[in-house]
């Protein structure tokens, strides 16, 4: 009972970004003009979507209104479901136009449907997005605006905005900055605001592996690591991630998620040394990089909400 409580006096003192729950009450995402988008003479690169699906179709239109909504003048969209029986492809039927090609057939989970879509993909940048997650207005400009300012950025990705089921804000993650070496024991780049560049990709086997279920954007992110990539946080909210009963995050943590976390912790440590003795000295780093970044994630979710900051 006292680890109960004490848990519930210091979570509010926790950062948003280490809270996947409703953080205040439910408000309204201001809905902007529909964005025009000239090109100016620019060359913009071309972005592939990729979105797996599977029975969400309470919320794939909502997904695929965010993406095609953007209005980004270089956009290929592909959408791969696993045969789903809810509606969920004559939703996507009603798309098709603004779809490059997409199916709905048995496939082996996630991994295996983004696999499948990013065969067809033939983008400069690269991104999957579930459907039921959702794009901020504009994203996809500044993403490609931030790739065309530097040639040596290879992956980006931005803070992110938690919705409920209907669609309304209940929480922020403020990300405090990058840090590779976080990455080694946990994964806080939300996945939903991650872009990289279709070179990276093949650099690194083009596939997500398909033996993880829960942590496969994070084993996708130590190759991009070991691959030397330079990675850009862009001060800005990206994307928006849904909490609701089915969501599989945290649906599957218990089953999945904590198993395949310690697999990814475990190579870390095994690729740092073989000796126990400096694998707990690294653990204890870690441990102490965690603490700082969420201490850090605190001061600018306070500098944010004092206008001290912008974030977009």
Not at 77 to 93: A, F, Q, R, W
Not at 125 to 136: E, F, G, K, R
Not at 188 to 193: K, N, S
Not at 197 to 223: N, P
Request: glycine share 6%; with cysteine; net charge negative.
């Amino acid at each position: 009972m006292l680890l109960t409580l004490t848990q519930k006096i210091f979570r509010p003192l926790l950062p948003g970004c280490a809270r996947l729950e409703n953080q205040y009450d439910p408000q309204e995402i201001p809905s902007p003009a529909p964005l025009s988008v000239e090109s100016g003479g620019i060359d913009y690169p071309r972005i592939s979507i990729i979105v797996p699906s599977y029975s969400q179709g309470h919320f794939i239109r909502n997904t695929l209104d965010s993406i095609i909504n953007q209005n980004y003048p270089n956009l290929e969209l592909i959408v791969v479901d696993g045969g789903s029986e809810d509606g969920t492809v004559e939703v996507i039927k009603e798309y098709s136009e603004h779809i490059k090609w997409w199916v709905s057939e048995d496939d082996n989970g996630q991994a295996s449907a983004i696999n499948k879509g990013m065969e067809h993909a033939t983008g400069d940048i690269l991104a999957w997005l579930n459907s039921d997650d959702c794009l901020m207005p504009g994203a996809l400009l500044k993403v490609a605006s931030c790739f065309l300012a530097s040639s040596k950025t290879d992956v980006v990705y931005g803070h992110r905005v938690l919705i409920n089921a209907a669609g309304m804000d209940i929480g922020k993650w403020i990300m405090p900055g990058h840090h590779h070496f976080l990455l080694t024991y946990a994964d806080y780049i939300p996945q939903e605001t991650m872009f990289w560049r279709s070179a990276l990709w093949q650099k690194t086997g083009a596939k997500i592996d398909e033996s993880f279920h829960f942590a496969l954007d994070w084993e996708l992110i130590r190759r991009f690591i070991k691959a030397d990539a330079k990675f850009q946080l862009i001060p800005v909210f990206l994307g928006q991630f849904r909490l609701h009963d089915l969501q599989k995050t945290q649906a599957n943590i218990e089953s999945d998620g904590f198993r395949e976390m310690e697999i990814i912790r475990n190579n870390c440590k095994q690729e740092f040394s073989n000796h126990i003795a400096m694998q707990n000295f690294y653990y204890r780093a870690q441990r102490v990089s965690l603490y700082y970044f969420l201490l850090k994630a605190r001061l600018k979710e306070l500098l944010w909400r004092m206008k001290f900051i912008r974030i977009n």
